[in-house]
């Protein structure tokens, strides 16, 4: 069956730095059949879509709110999304998932609705 697990979280002080991992596996297709995302959500709060990227890693996107502080990238041979995050603040604190939807197109989406496969999460919390 199809899985992703999410690793890399933790507790890191304000301006301090984590690298989340995804790693898939158990899918029917190849990883570079999938666009991939990043997307978190506090207790209480909707899903927030963080990042995205295509199949081919050539087009991503990022939320307003972690633009120019986190760097999604992924690695098709070991079947590896990551989201390197820098400069974290206490608002960034949130359980983050990554996610994965089929996809040959040239972008990718950060609306969650559009991805069809999910990891159980990491916890990333921000002290100040």
């Known amino acids: 069956a199809e899985q992703l697990v999410e690793s890399g979280g933790g507790l890191v002080q304000a301006g301090g730095s984590l690298r989340l991992s995804c790693t898939a596996s158990?899918?029917?297709?190849?990883?570079?059949?999938?666009?991939m995302g990043w997307f978190r959500q506090t207790s209480g709060k909707e899903r927030e879509g963080v990042s995205c990227?295509?199949?081919?890693?050539?087009?991503?996107h990022y939320a307003e709110s972690v633009k120019d502080r986190f760097t999604i990238s992924r690695d098709n041979v070991h079947t590896i999304l990551h989201l390197q995050m820098t400069n974290l603040q206490p608002v960034d604190t949130a359980d983050y998932y990554c996610a994965a939807t089929p996809s040959n197109g040239a972008s990718c989406s950060l609306g969650g609705e559009d991805y069809a496969y999910w990891g159980k999460g990491t916890q990333v919390t921000v002290s100040s």
């Open positions: 158990g899918f029917v297709a190849s990883f570079d059949d999938y666009a």
């Open positions: 990227i295509s199949w081919s890693g050539s087009s991503t």
